[in-house]
């Protein structure tokens, strides 16, 4: 669930557009409704619009426990569960979907397996049976297999030549190792020729329970039209399943930098060492020092030193990644390859500086005015919100975090992030990725030869 870990900290105060209006005086209402057969869910109810959004994850059911040998099955489980389930084949299954105007899809994460549903409440009776029998009775029918496995396979063909998509592949081994999060979630060419219709059948029975599922809603359903339908979709899942837990991975404390050479005009850089956990007590802080350090668009130091003042790279940014077993600050620029070498000495020196320096009172003002004055806007339908709300949970943040958000931002101190920075941030602990034919930079450790 790499989009679960990006949007975390940006949580929707007000809802707009899809479920209407609602002004700064009346925040959102987050219900913890229970069902008969307690399946619990949160709940925002807005009856303007007579749809609802739901949103669902399942934990520990991502693609970074799939078994060795045939990676890419949870996210081809994710393709084919609205490829027919029940009495229902494929055609029989999409054709509901489409005549009914019912929005159903799956996605697999590499720590969690996630679906959404979006409804009109004229068809929310049918959108809840086919929800269900996808999820306990999903056909895994041979043309639909086929199918599906053709086209990811494409996919991954064409992807295999992306410098993107190699620069992507050579960092996660070189930053992961041997661990799970190396492998990539649509698995490799040679993996997902591998996988079979058991194979497919026993992810479900082993990810799919109810001890895993974090559920939210929003739009037109009060709590108590809420219950039965909690239960007509998830009260057929399994109490219980496998307890499975991946192991912290062993990010670098030494970096290197990789060089792919590619024929290419322009060199695609990926970058990063180990960050902080969501649940660390810093975490906070980290937002805020990567907000001012490479995180803020066009007002972070990064655009301004690598973009505006010296025109080095067309992008640059960075990120948190707070996986509770592998936190990451890292973050990606593209540039030409005779100013590759001049990017990357860029780079270095604003970590070291953020190291040595910390922040100015000026930058830690405007950051925290940027990141609480465009919070509310960042979410403007009922869907997003609801993927939101499930995002809260996962990470165990409460409902009252909507209402803390703001004090817990203003509450970081430049002398917080000068003490974060100089303990986390270290130049010589980056890892960094090259794929192109960048000019001047010479590779520390060499590129792994990657299974496509």
Excluded: C
């Amino acid at each position: 669930m790499t989009g679960l870990l990006r949007i975390l900290p940006a949580v929707l105060v007000f809802l707009t557009g899809a479920i209407g209006f609602l002004t700064p005086a009346h925040a959102v209402k987050i219900e913890t409704v229970v069902s008969p057969g307690g399946i619990t869910a949160w709940l925002v109810h807005d009856p303007s619009i007579p749809l609802i959004s739901m949103n669902f994850i399942f934990r520990e059911a991502g693609a970074s426990l799939d078994p060795k040998g045939k990676g890419g099955r949870a996210n081809m489980v994710s393709a084919l569960l609205d490829e027919g389930a029940g009495e229902m084949d494929s055609q029989a299954f999409q054709r509901k979907l489409e005549n009914q105007s019912i929005q159903l899809s799956f996605n697999a994460g590499k720590d969690s397996f996630g679906g959404s549903l979006k409804t009109l409440n004229k068809y929310r009776d049918s959108a809840v049976k086919l929800t269900a029998l996808a999820l306990t009775k999903p056909r895994f029918d041979k043309d639909a297999v086929q199918r599906i496995r053709a086209q990811i396979l494409t996919g991954l063909k064409s992807s295999s030549s992306r410098p993107g998509h190699i620069a992507g592949r050579v960092w996660s081994d070189a930053i992961y190792g041997k661990h799970a999060y190396a492998r990539p979630v649509t698995g490799t060419q040679k993996s997902v020729a591998g996988i079979s219709v058991d194979d497919l059948k026993g992810f479900v029975s082993e990810s799919f329970s109810r001890d895993r599922l974090i559920v939210s809603v929003v739009g037109d359903i009060t709590a108590s039209e809420l219950k039965p339908v909690l239960d007509k979709i998830f009260a057929g899942l399994p109490a219980k399943g496998p307890k499975r837990k991946i192991e912290s991975a062993n990010i670098p404390s030494k970096g290197a930098l990789l060089v792919v050479k590619k024929p290419v005009p322009q060199s695609v850089v990926i970058f990063g060492q180990k960050g902080v956990t969501r649940s660390d007590p810093n975490f906070y802080v980290a937002y805020v020092m990567n907000h001012i350090l490479g995180g803020g668009s066009f007002t972070s130091r990064l655009y301004n030193e690598v973009r505006e003042k010296r025109g080095l790279a067309y992008s640059v940014y960075t990120y948190l990644s707070p996986r509770e077993m592998a936190p990451l600050l890292a973050g990606r620029l593209s540039t030409a390859n005779d100013r590759v070498a001049d990017s990357i000495k860029v780079l270095r020196a604003e970590w070291r500086r953020m190291a040595r320096e910390g922040v100015s009172e000026a930058e830690l003002k405007n950051a925290k005015s940027f990141i609480n004055g465009s919070f509310p806007l960042r979410f403007s339908s009922s869907d997003r919100i609801a993927g939101l709300l499930v995002t809260l949970q996962y990470y165990r943040l409460g409902t009252d975090y909507l209402n803390s958000r703001r004090q817990l931002m203003e509450a970081v101190s430049a002398s917080q992030i000068k003490q974060l920075a100089k303990k986390l941030m270290d130049a010589d602990a980056l890892t960094i990725t090259v794929v192109g034919d960048p000019k001047g930079v010479t590779a520390t450790k060499k590129s792994p030869v990657l299974d496509y």
